[in-house]
């Protein structure tokens, strides 16, 4: 079985602060990694991936995650966050099976 | 192409009426992808297709629902005898198997309100 696990349902930030994300994972097996976005009334968007290689990873919009196997973690970050960032971000994993299973999604509220 | 479609954005209907949403994919992808997302929550997999063959069913999914892609493009999904605790976005997603890592377009869902 898999599991994602992200720890904070919202986050408010102030306007140009960072900001990090955070987000576990449980799998049996060796794991791809997703961040999506969801802009209110819109469809989930890919932010990156982790598939292998480097264990930091870079998205759109200035974002980047970072793997940790030993922590089982992919924690999202930015280091200034604007206001068009506020949105619904939703860690993602898929294993050995062929089904992508999500976390209950973060949302993040910039504040101005 | 213009990305996933999902028909219609909006469905209000009574309870236990039948209602059906379609799904257009990617034109290249051949896996196709049902979830289904309540406020507050994540993504729900519901069932998957890989070309026209129903590869994986949620146990989420229950008898009154069923989806079906016949010809490995176009996808639907039916509730029958719907109930509240379907109001739900229903989202659509597809993607390339021989992309290898599991790369998910959605749609921008279709919202379903059973009163």
């Known amino acids: 079985a898999q599991s994602v696990t992200q720890l904070d349902s919202q986050v408010p930030v102030f306007e140009e602060a960072p900001v990090e994300l955070r987000c576990n994972y449980s799998?049996?097996?060796?794991?791809?990694l997703f961040w999506y976005v969801q802009y209110p009334n819109q469809g989930l968007q890919l932010l990156l991936k982790?598939?292998?290689?480097?264990?930091l990873v870079k998205g759109i919009n200035g974002f980047e995650a970072e793997f940790n196997k030993s922590q089982t973690s992919f924690h999202l970050r930015k280091p200034s966050v604007h206001i068009s960032d506020t949105a619904e971000y939703f860690c993602?994993?898929?294993?050995?099976?062929?089904?992508?299973?999500f976390g209950t999604g973060t949302k993040l509220q910039v504040i101005p | 192409d213009t990305g996933v479609s999902q028909d219609p954005r909006h469905k209000i209907t009574k309870r236990g009426q039948n209602v059906t949403f379609r799904c257009d994919p990617i034109?290249?992808?051949?896996?196709l992808y049902w979830y289904r997302q309540t406020l507050g929550q994540g993504p729900e997999f519901l069932t998957y297709?890989?070309?026209?063959?129903?590869?994986?069913k949620s146990r989420l999914l229950s008898d009154r629902f069923s989806a079906e892609r016949p010809k490995g493009s176009f996808s639907t999904l039916e509730i029958q005898r719907t109930e509240q605790g379907d109001s739900a976005m229903y989202l659509c997603?597809?993607?390339?198997?021989?992309?290898?890592?599991?790369?998910?377009?959605f749609g921008a869902g279709s919202r379903l309100t059973v009163l």
């Open positions: 982790y598939l292998s290689g480097s264990t």
């Open positions: 297709f890989q070309n026209e063959a129903q590869l994986e």
């Open positions: 034109s290249e992808h051949n896996r």
């Open positions: 993602a994993l898929t294993g050995g099976y062929q089904k992508v299973t």
């Open positions: 997603a597809s993607s390339l198997s021989a992309s290898g890592a599991n790369v998910l377009t």
């Open positions: 799998s049996s097996v060796s794991v791809y």
